[in-house]
């Protein structure tokens, strides 16, 4: 279990040039479809920090068909060193007014686009290596042990309130869902990183699920094996013991429709449908390609919405669009 400490940064060892340390944002406005994620990823022994600002509402196959993305890399860690409250050279201001509990974001472009959004948790930060939290970390499985190779060394999951609005070029949206941010701390080489599904559903303040699934894209990218998760139920927390999902993707890899089964703690069940309503290829670091949507979610004759995050490495990809290699490609030439 985690406290008031872990929103800080967290001690590497000097020599440790891959370790990185994140926040991770995303809200919505689900009447208008827009899904909105704010990102940071900090190198603290290279003294840089990488920020995706990126909005959408469409169905986006490439960066540039999303309505806004703002990639930026190697901006300069702010001093003195602090994630309580940082702003960076992009305009990207984050300050936590109460650690783990209260965050404030803002950022502004100069040309129209904006955001200006508070976060408050509706949970603890549930930590995927507590077993008191996580029933899957207690079984001691490789699925329960899952870390995304050495990245989420330290990790927790939380669900919130966002409130507040952006702007879109120009265009004013409110901002007013439950949704679910993280942070993630550990050794991070920009290679090597199994495939992973990040999703989660809100239906009210009490009342959401999140999910950690593996997936193996060699054999099967449609079936999802839990490793980490939690309930939101009546308001309190209740980690997943166990659970499962089936994906159909349609164009580019992206989830179209899912269905997905959980059970909790005490043994109770969980049945949910998915329906993608947007698509966006979201390049987090390089390397790395997460295909997201935003999804509206049935449970018990409830509607809901969160986001799904398929992530594949780049070098993966390309094995798998192009499954004969240089050597088949060659030998046609050659023929």
Not at 17 to 31: D, K, M, R, S, V
Not at 215 to 236: I, V
Request: proline content about 5%; charged content about 20%; some cysteine.
């Amino acid at each position: 279990m985690f406290d008031d400490s872990d929103a800080e940064f967290h001690p590497c060892r000097p020599n440790q040039l891959n370790w990185a340390e994140t926040n991770f944002f995303g809200f919505y406005n689900a009447e208008a479809h827009l899904n909105i994620g704010v990102y940071t990823l900090f190198r603290p022994n290279l003294g840089v920090v990488s920020s995706s600002i990126c909005m959408n509402s469409q169905r986006a196959l490439t960066p540039w068909g999303a309505d806004f993305c703002d990639y930026q890399t190697a901006l300069a860690i702010p001093d003195p060193r602090s994630l309580l409250d940082y702003e960076l050279a992009n305009s990207l201001h984050i300050r936590c007014t109460d650690p783990n509990r209260t965050w404030h974001i803002t950022y502004d472009d100069g040309e129209g686009t904006s955001i200006d959004v508070h976060y408050r948790a509706l949970m603890v930060p549930f930590d995927i290596h507590d077993p008191a939290q996580d029933p899957m970390c207690a079984t001691g499985t490789e699925a329960g042990q899952f870390s995304w190779g050495t990245a989420y060394d330290g990790h927790f999951d939380q669900t919130g309130h966002f409130s507040g609005e952006v702007h879109l070029r120009g265009t004013r949206y409110a901002i007013d869902c439950v949704s679910t941010m993280d942070h993630s701390w550990g050794p991070r080489p920009e290679r090597g990183k199994p495939n992973m599904s990040w999703l989660h559903a809100h239906f009210d303040e009490q009342t959401a699920l999140h999910a950690i699934l593996g997936f193996d894209a060699e054999k099967s990218d449609t079936e999802l094996t839990l490793a980490h998760g939690y309930a939101l139920d009546g308001g309190e927390m209740f980690g997943l013991a166990q659970g499962q999902g089936a994906v159909i993707r349609g164009p580019d890899r992206f989830a179209d429709t899912l269905e997905l089964e959980f059970k909790d703690s005490r043994g109770r069940d969980y049945v949910l449908s998915g329906q993608a309503l947007t698509s966006f290829p979201w390049q987090c670091w390089p390397n790395m390609v997460a295909f997201n949507v935003l999804a509206r979610w049935q449970f018990e004759g409830r509607t809901g919405f969160g986001e799904v995050q398929d992530f594949f490495e780049l070098p993966k990809l390309n094995r798998l669009n192009n499954p004969h290699g240089v050597d088949s490609l060659a030998q046609s030439s050659a023929g």
